[in-house]
């Protein structure tokens, strides 16, 4: 065997990693046995996914148990597990790198705000729990060898920057962590950790309802007055989703949360559930408090762990969870599904398509609650998710009109969010449709010019800026209201009754703006501002285009109505130019007029530079 010993660089952002880790000033540093023990009992999940499907592995998936051992006079402490273990390149790539989209910006962030623990809310964040170690420990050696292999390999580090990779031997496949502790300093947190006592405060704390058994030697006593050493398990290993939820304690249900989400705060809320008859099952899911850095990413986790008759059989289980839901995080265990099942099976299962209706149904039924009973809660709930929720007013898979209940709406009512319910029950007597506008942020869309008229009538216009809302609210009604945009144009004759008092102005400009729009119409819904512009019925609006662009579709351009305002100032004095005869100094008026239109409702101008010089004939021409 060869021992060449192999010296590595830790990749720069797995080095801003260590570096937090070791430096961490956070004051619970048990957390890092609770990792070690995650990891472990994830290695024996893995490794029983990939018996099922090898057969040459169901041998090493006998017996699964994860091992604490105390050195006391040596102070070392090592966790090890017979499960799926890890090959050369999977050590270089899983502890010496970490490759995740946004790292670098992640740590960016998390530097600048310095806003709670960085050791935790690593974890949380990219699940690199093994680097949690170095709170504890001057040194760290893994040794490892991946099942149906018989090479083995030794990582060590002391959290210098570089670690050592030499191949080694073990008897059977798995992964020991030892730890090479320093000195215990309770004033600084640092627990003795090779005391008994402390270990089994840590595991009955954090890892009690591992699946796994967590064994120990321990010292028990003997007839003869002696002592001897014998192994203990030191977790119960009951799964917390087949007790009663009333004989489960909040702190147990934080652990847990903390466990499957691999998260350092508490969560928003919890659905413990359990079903019985035609699909039975029972589950914890969970509400994060925040939403993680990756939940627009495809390669996101999506954080439901599946269980078929107490028996893991995979994690990040998509196909159980609509993708509205996707921040939702939890385990679900069937009683009817098969122990064999795959990812395509799942795909095509009819009772799994029972148990994801299941899982959202009882998921959005808390969040109603939630919202009914605690909205400062749900605000908060909202902040982080709301966006990811309002998919589902889309592809709700059947439960768009309880999505639609439980969204929340900017509105010109006040700054406060609201609800299509509560809007509907603030409608003034007359008015029979609910108004909204779309466009790229609240702001402007408070300010746009549409919304004047309709100001002053009193009635409510919904404010929507999401990517989403372009989408469902297409044809959509609530309480047999329609959802009307109030940037659509509409017939209602204010052309016939003003047209003549305007001379030959609308022709005019329609002539001298025959590029950019493809009407001049008399508007009904400006009060104070001179124009802007609106759709037909079946025109893609701006906002539209914006995401269609982003998302690198080609789209073709589309012209516009713009409205005028008659009683404007602006437009009066207009008039008074073609009456005139000046006609060559009214065309930068047109010009002026249609790019502040484009910028009122949050356009870009196609061309500013154009834009600016006429602007300046315009600041010239009304100053002579």
């Not at 967590?214 to 917390?240: C, F, R």
């Not at 009772?351 to 299941?358: A, E, F, T, Y």
């Not at 969040?367 to 966006?387: A, Q, S, T």
């Not at 100094?585 to 007029?593: G, T």
Request: with cysteine; proline share 3%; net charge negative.
């Amino acid at each position: 065997m060869s021992t060449v010993k192999e010296t590595h660089s830790f990749e720069t952002e797995a080095k801003q990693i260590l570096d937090m880790m070791i430096y961490s000033v956070y004051s619970n540093k048990d957390i890092f046995l609770r990792e070690l023990i995650s990891n472990a009992s994830d290695a024996l999940d893995k490794l029983h996914l990939e018996s099922l499907t090898d057969h040459g592995l169901s041998e090493c998936a006998k017996d699964p148990f994860i091992r604490i051992v105390r050195d006391e006079q040596d102070r070392n402490l090592s966790v090890s597990d017979n499960g799926i273990g890890m090959d050369k390149d999977e050590i270089v790539s899983y502890i010496g790198t970490i490759a995740k989209s946004g790292t670098k910006e992640f740590l960016d962030r998390l530097k600048e705000k310095r806003e709670g623990d960085a050791a935790e809310m690593l974890i949380g964040q990219f699940g690199v729990g093994f680097y949690s170690a170095f709170m504890v420990a001057d040194r760290v050696t893994l040794l490892t060898r991946k099942a149906g292999s018989e090479k083995a390999w030794r990582w060590e580090s002391s959290g210098d920057g570089t670690y050592t990779l030499e191949e080694a031997e073990r008897p059977i496949p798995g992964t020991t962590v030892t730890l090479h502790l320093k000195e215990s300093d309770p004033d600084n947190g640092m627990k003795d950790y090779t005391s008994e006592w402390v270990i089994r405060e840590i595991v009955r704390t954090y890892s009690d309802f591992v699946s796994y058994p967590i064994k120990m030697q321990v010292e028990k006593p003997k007839d003869d007055n002696g002592k001897v050493l014998e192994d203990e398990t030191l977790n119960s290993m009951k799964a917390l989703w087949m007790r009663q939820e009333d004989e489960v304690t909040d702190e147990e249900y934080r652990q847990f949360y903390r466990h499957v989400a691999h998260d350092w705060q508490d969560p928003l809320a919890r659905v413990v559930f359990s079903t019985e008859g035609v699909n039975e099952m029972h589950g914890i899911l969970f509400i994060p408090p925040k939403a993680p850095y990756d939940m627009f990413m495809r390669e996101g986790r999506k954080g439901i762990g599946l269980y078929v008759k107490r028996v893991f059989i995979m994690d990040d289980c998509d196909e159980i969870l609509p993708g509205y839901l996707r921040f939702v995080k939890g385990v679900v265990d069937s009683e009817d599904l098969s122990l064999n099942i795959s990812r395509e099976i799942l795909q095509q299962d009819r009772q799994v398509r029972l148990i994801r209706k299941s899982v959202a149904r009882k998921t959005l039924q808390t969040l109603k609650k939630m919202l009914k009973e605690d909205r400062d809660k749900y605000l908060k709930f909202w902040g982080e998710f709301g966006v990811v929720l309002k998919e589902g007013l889309i592809q709700g898979e059947g439960e768009e009109e309880t999505v639609k209940k439980i969204c929340l709406f900017s509105s010109t009512a006040s700054e406060k969010l609201t609800t299509l319910d509560e809007y509907v029950d603030r409608m003034p007597q007359g008015q029979d449709v609910i108004h909204y506008i779309t466009g790229p942020s609240v702001e402007v869309l408070r300010k746009s010019p549409h919304l004047e008229s309709l100001l002053e009538r009193g009635e409510e216009v919904l404010l929507l800026a999401d990517p989403a809302d372009e989408m469902w609210v297409q044809g959509a009604s609530f309480r047999e209201k329609e959802l009307r945009s109030v940037a659509r144009a509409s017939d209602d004759g204010a052309n016939d009754e003003t047209r003549e008092d305007l001379g030959g102005l609308i022709d005019f400009i329609k002539d001298s703006l025959k590029e950019e729009i493809k009407d001049v119409r008399v508007s009904s819904r400006l009060t104070s501002s001179p124009a802007c512009l609106v759709g037909d019925e079946d025109d893609m609006t701006p906002q539209m285009e914006r995401i269609m662009k982003a998302m690198g579709q080609d789209v073709p351009e589309v012209k516009r109505v713009l409205e005028i305002n008659p009683d404007h100032r602006v437009l009066k004095s207009m008039v008074s130019m073609l009456e005139k005869g000046d006609e060559e100094s009214l065309r930068p008026f047109c010009s002026v007029l249609y790019g502040q239109a484009v910028l009122a409702e949050g356009g870009t101008l196609k061309d500013p530079a154009e834009f600016g010089r006429q602007l300046s004939v315009v600041m010239e021409k009304a100053l002579n």
